[in-house]
């Protein structure tokens, strides 16, 4: 089993930021993938930002140039850093872990997901 714990979330004012982090724990031999999903009220989940084994990175347009995800290797924690937030920001945010176990079977775990709101 892994787990997964997500913090850093919370209210902001638009323009602030936030740093949410994502700690990875358990039967992990590799990973292949870590990355941030987030859904807002009455909408579907959507890819903010994946970040693959090989440092490639992708994000969805609507957070390119403000948000940037990272990872610790040595720690498997995986970082998005959020700035100049925006009310179209509010969401709760689920973090994701693709990788393998000893045996190599494949596991793909989400986060219990945290609350970002960002208003005045």
């Known amino acids: 089993q892994v787990q997964l714990v997500e913090s850093g979330g919370g209210l902001v004012q638009p323009g602030g930021s936030l740093r949410l982090s994502c700690a990875a724990s358990?039967?992990?031999?590799?990973?292949?993938?870590m990355g941030w999903s987030r859904q807002a009220p009455g909408k579907q989940r959507e890819l903010v930002a994946h970040l693959t084994s090989g440092s490639s990175t992708n994000y969805a347009d609507s957070v390119k140039g403000r948000f940037t995800i990272s990872r610790d290797n040595v720690q498997n924690t995986v970082y998005l850093q959020m700035n100049s937030l925006k009310p179209e920001d509010t969401a709760v945010y689920y973090c994701?872990?693709?990788?393998?176990?000893?045996?190599?079977?494949?596991?793909?775990?989400w986060g219990q997901g945290i609350q970002v709101t960002v208003s005045s």
């Open positions: 994701n872990l693709v990788g393998r176990y000893g045996d190599a079977r494949r596991f793909n775990y």
């Open positions: 358990g039967s992990i031999f590799s990973v292949n993938a």
